[in-house]
């Protein structure tokens, strides 16, 4: 398996060889570079990085699910203020890493 990246558009595909075309821009296969040693495991990385914030992202939905089953229930004032404050942050948290993968969607770090 190697790596291999569109010279045109950045895309970037993965396989023994180039494919013939570009999906994204229609490039012939001419156009495609193979990516290796450091730039190819920094493309590692950076889908390592993505997988463990998806992961996260699926933690943190059960969290907001939890807690408002939590804040639903509303037993007292104490067990409310801590599915409301575990509801809140979970949230935000979400919307950091949303944030952060656009960031790194931008820079074209992602393979
Ligand atoms: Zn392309």
Redesign the pocket.
């Known amino acids: 398996m190697a790596i291999w990246r569109?010279t045109?558009?950045?895309?970037v595909f993965d396989g023994a060889e180039a494919p013939d075309k570009?999906p994204?821009?229609?490039?012939p296969k001419e156009?495609f570079e193979e990516i290796a040693g450091e730039a190819a495991e920094l493309i590692e990385r950076s889908r390592h990085t993505n997988d463990l914030h998806m992961k996260l992202t699926t933690f943190l939905r059960k969290v907001e699910w939890v807690s408002e089953s939590g804040i639903e229930d509303n037993l007292d004032p104490g067990c409310l203020a801590i599915f409301k404050k575990a509801k809140e942050q979970a949230a935000e948290l979400r919307q950091m890493i949303k944030a952060e993968l656009q960031t790194h969607m931008k820079k074209g770090k992602w393979g």
């Open positions: 569109c045109v558009c950045g895309y570009c994204k821009c229609g490039a156009k």
